[in-house]
Antibody, heavy 122, light 110 residues
């Protein structure tokens, strides 16, 4: 079965660092880009950025550039989303998703992780 | 880049058809045939329903269809069923390795 499994819920304090993960299985992990998507409480979906696990090349939405870092370890079939200093406004559900593409053009996201809830509160 | 514009809500009775619009610009929806649609139930991960404007992934009922005209894409759900009640989001490729989402539409089956 093709699936993405994300790490568990996190509760952190403002200023702390955090890394959450997304592990792929059932397919050639390095052959598909992975995107990360944020959903703040009661709000819509926002595309954060993507990574090519084969070479760890990343691209970010201007809204998230510089605020988060996406990385990958293809030997573990895992991608990561990390923050160096969390803010209360980072409280959200974060999804990873397998990204379809035509060459470098981003198409649909066909497989989604179950989501990781991040709560940042003092 | 701005979010794509979707109506906050849409509704229809069982068996009817409903269309949800997604309006962007010539830099996203109008410039590329890479519009996708997602269905999301409360507390669940989104599910891909349409990609590349009008293609359905395996397993998605053919009651769901997509189209595009100019800077506006549309998702049509025909033969509405109670299980179609969910939030629907569009996305479009926006150039330079970027994707942009719409604000989402809550579909209610009356």
């Amino acid at each position: 079965e093709v699936q993405l499994v994300q790490s568990g819920a996190e509760v952190k304090k403002p200023g702390e660092s955090l890394r959450i993960s997304c592990k792929g299985s059932g397919y050639s992990f390095s052959s598909y880009w992975i995107s990360w998507v944020r959903q703040m409480p009661g709000k819509g979906l926002e595309w954060m950025g993507r990574i090519d696990p084969s070479d760890s090349y990343t691209s970010y939405s201007p809204s998230f550039q510089g605020h988060v870092t996406v990385s990958a370890d293809k030997s573990l079939s895992t991608t990561y989303l990390q923050w160096s200093s969390l803010k209360a406004s980072d409280t959200a559900m974060y999804y990873c998703a397998r990204q379809r593409r035509i060459a470098a053009v981003l198409s649909g996201m066909d497989i989604w992780g179950q989501g990781t809830t991040v709560t940042v509160s003092s | 880049q701005s979010a794509l514009t979707q109506p906050p809500s849409a509704s229809g009775s069982p068996g009817q058809s409903v269309t949800i619009s997604c309006t962007g610009t010539s830099s996203d929806v109008g410039g590329y045939n890479y519009v996708s649609w997602y269905q999301q139930y409360p507390g669940k991960a989104p599910k891909l329903m349409i990609f590349e404007v009008n293609k359905r992934p395996s397993g998605v009922p053919d009651r769901f269809s997509g189209s595009k005209s100019g800077n506006t894409a549309s998702l049509t759900v025909s033969g509405l069923q109670a299980e179609d009640e969910a939030d629907y989001y569009c996305t479009s490729y926006a150039g330079s390795n970027n994707l942009v989402f719409g604000g989402g539409t809550k579909l209610t089956v009356l």
